[in-house]
């Protein structure tokens, strides 16, 4: 008799008949436990049937699959997916109109299950489908699940999109460049163009040659966000895939267009709340436009290009209006070197030379030549009041503005493409034309103002550097809406407040080192660390909705997971969209019992990230990996939203599992929960004094109220 964990016990479904109650002995050929189905009911001819899930997806059951299946599944007995994908081919040819539609619409469903799909491409269906878009024949419904199910198709990876013919390709965007069209062939259509652009470097061209900008941007004027994400979507494609240089070029052409104020004013001043993947996409959009910095900033200055040269010489003039220079080659030169010491060149004789290192290269002379034309009232204030300093506290423009451009190219993450999931956008970053060089102007001015708070000299440069980018990550993280209000939020940061928020942070961290308060201290912490574990076990028990990855970028496909309230099992199954609220046990019809669970894993030693090594995962998404390892060699594979809740099911789980949470989230929380409890017990005591028993345990979590804000 077969061990326990090689039975399964299922229900099974068949229209017009009672459901059968098997127990499915894994260790047996599908084949055999489909024809004992069959024969359950009278059905012959068992090599045309297959088993399928009733719920969810209803995904086809294969040899590879069958390991998923767990106790009390409700699957049905269907037509195998050879017969159905012949069946459904022979449909969608069919001359009826209604029998066509109905064929293309069950295609649509069923072209998502891979099974299904290997069978139907097989018989050339793809093919078939492309030819029904290429008539032109096909319209509203009909077309919309056409095209549905030929993106699912192609979304499995079998075939290449480099098969894809250039009347296809016309159609398609044809559709796009419509001013008016369905809704739904709209977003397909635009999704497919996006999925040609990411996967065939050869479509590339032949999509850039075919899509019009302009109606592109038309489409970012409507009131539906799904259009917009999806257009963006196609112009973050058309943008990232582009040839050098062919980006400067598009970018130009968007800026024509008045892509950037189309985008502020429809979309983030808009009156609807931006969704997950629209914030992605401006995300994108961001760091794609700040790119395209990245040629000058990986660029040195050559001492010997006279028009640079004349560049360096502009800054001068301006700051010191035009003086007349003197008559004789070495009193110019002593000039020369006088007023570029002033400037704050580290090289005075040659200042060509300061701009020899990349980063920022040739960037950093870029910005200060904006500040001197666009903003001459605020260079020649800075330029000349620190020239005019005799007390070794003058702040040197050159310098700090070359070493400013760099630190801003790292923060901004200039030259690094974009980061899976990442939807950390700046709408301030919306509202300028020349949003980078406004950007450097409001930092340099924020530079020379920390400087003279700190009273700083030549040797304090690094010192000032330091608070200034801490000034600035600590201002872009508060999201401010403009730059006006990034200059009201730099205004509240000053130096004295980022000491006072050093202090305060420090208190948090690594306060009173007293040999009576840490000993304190280690009395308290294990009180904290399980206030700590039951919040974790707690928001499992809520649990969270999770994104599917697949090839696409965006496959608005979800799953949602959480534990039970006694702690014993974990509940998961699929979503068509995320949850608005809590989502009851019964909609999530896959279970995992917590005994089964051996280990969980994350980063690479994820199984679903070793199977998509080739593919080079992006580093944040390999940040955000887990999986839950079970009886038998099973995986439940995860890829958190966000950093937060990657540490809350980590530390829970490993919670669930008795052993230690060690993310950053609960040293966090664990530092600053004890140094509050601490402040609380010690807070009218003149002498501090160990007590003789540890004080009982909070019966209720909400004793302490912290929320988090984390990543």
Not at 347 to 366: I, Y
Not at 458 to 486: H, Y
Not at 593 to 621: F, R, W, Y
Not at 678 to 707: G, H, Q
Request: proline letters at 5%.
């Amino acid at each position: 008799m077969p061990p326990p964990s090689d039975i399964v016990k299922v229900a099974i479904e068949w229209p017009g008949a009672n459901a059968q109650l098997i127990e499915i002995d894994q260790k047996k050929p599908l084949s055999s436990i489909i024809r004992e189905v069959c024969d359950g009911w009278s059905l012959s001819g068992s090599e045309q049937f297959a088993l399928r899930y009733a719920d969810g997806p209803q995904l086809y059951i294969t040899e590879q699959t069958r390991g998923e299946i767990k106790n009390g599944t409700i699957l049905r007995l269907a037509i195998s997916p050879t017969r159905a994908a012949r069946q459904l081919l022979e449909r969608i040819q069919s001359h009826g109109i209604d029998a066509r539609l109905e064929a293309l619409k069950e295609l649509a469903k069923l072209s998502a299950d891979p099974t299904f799909a290997t069978e139907f491409i097989n018989m050339e269906g793809i093919g078939t489908l492309a030819r029904l878009v290429e008539s032109g024949t096909h319209f509203g419904e009909m077309l919309a699940f056409t095209l549905t199910a030929f993106l699912e198709l192609m979304d499995h990876g079998i075939v290449s999109w480099d098969l894809i013919s250039l009347s296809f390709i016309k159609q398609i965007a044809g559709y796009v460049n419509q001013p008016m069209v369905d809704v739904s062939i709209l977003q397909r259509s635009l999704a497919i163009l996006e999925s040609m652009v990411l996967n065939s470097h050869s479509l590339y061209h032949r999509v850039a040659q075919e899509i019009t900008v302009g109606q592109l941007i038309a489409h970012l004027q409507v009131s539906n966000q799904e259009i917009q994400t999806y257009a963006i979507a196609l112009i973050n494609a058309l943008f990232l895939k582009a040839p050098e240089d062919r980006r400067q070029e598009m970018a130009s052409t968007l800026a024509q267009k008045h892509l950037r104020s189309i985008i502020l004013n429809h979309i983030i001043r808009g009156n609807r709340p931006i969704k997950a993947e629209m914030a992605h996409q401006l995300y994108v959009l961001q760091v794609l436009t700040f790119n395209l910095l990245e040629e000058r900033m990986m660029t040195k200055m050559d001492p010997s290009d006279q028009a640079q040269r004349d560049i360096i010489f502009e800054l001068r003039r301006i700051a010191f209006d035009g003086e007349n220079d003197p008559v004789g080659t070495e009193k110019r030169k002593a000039m020369y070197t006088k007023d570029y010491k002033m400037l704050g060149f580290t090289n005075h004789v040659n200042p060509a030379m300061d701009f020899t290192q990349t980063p920022p290269g040739m960037l950093a002379l870029d910005n200060m030549l904006y500040l001197a034309k666009l903003h001459q009232d605020t260079y020649t204030r800075i330029v000349l009041e620190n020239s005019s300093r005799e007390d070794k506290h003058e702040c040197p423009f050159g310098r700090c503005a070359i070493e400013l451009t760099r630190m801003l190219c790292e923060i901004l993450q200039v030259g690094e493409l974009p980061n899976e999931g990442c939807n950390d956008y700046h709408p301030m970053f919306f509202t300028h034309d020349r949003a980078w060089e406004e950007f450097f102007c409001v930092c340099i001015q924020l530079l020379n103002k920390t400087w003279k708070e700190m009273r700083a000299t030549a040797e304090d440069f690094n010192k000032v550097m330091q608070v200034v980018r801490e000034q600035i990550t600590r201002a872009l993280a508060m999201k401010p809406s403009s730059l006006d209000q990034l200059k009201s939020k730099l205004r509240g940061l000053s130096y004295a407040e980022i000491l006072r928020l050093r202090q305060s942070e420090r208190m948090s961290q690594d306060d009173f080192q007293s040999p009576p308060i840490i000993e304190l201290r280690e009395r308290i912490q294990p009180e904290i660390l399980e206030l700590i574990k039951q919040q974790r076990l707690n928001r499992l028990c809520e649990g969270s909705c999770f994104r599917k990855m697949g090839n696409r970028r965006r496959q608005d496909k979800f799953w949602f997971c959480r534990l039970s309230l006694n702690h014993k099992v974990l509940h998961y199954g699929d979503l068509d969209e995320p949850p608005q609220g809590e989502v009851p046990f019964e909609l999530l019809t896959d279970k995992i019992p917590v005994s089964d669970i051996k280990s969980v894993v994350t980063g690479k030693e994820c199984p679903h990230m070793k199977e998509k090594s080739a593919l080079k995962q992006n580093k944040e998404v390999l940040e955000l990996a887990f999986s839950i390892l079970y009886d038998p060699d099973e995986a439940l594979n995860f890829v958190a939203p966000n950093k937060y809740e990657y540490c809350i099911w980590t530390d829970g789980l490993c919670a669930l599992l008795g052993r230690e949470m060690g993310s950053d989230l609960t040293r966090s929380d664990l530092d600053t929960l004890i140094s509050m409890e601490m402040k609380l017990r010690l807070l009218d005591l003149e002498n501090i004094t160990i007590p003789e028993a540890p004080p009982p345990v909070p019966k209720e979590p909400s004793t302490y109220n912290f929320t988090y804000n984390y990543g």
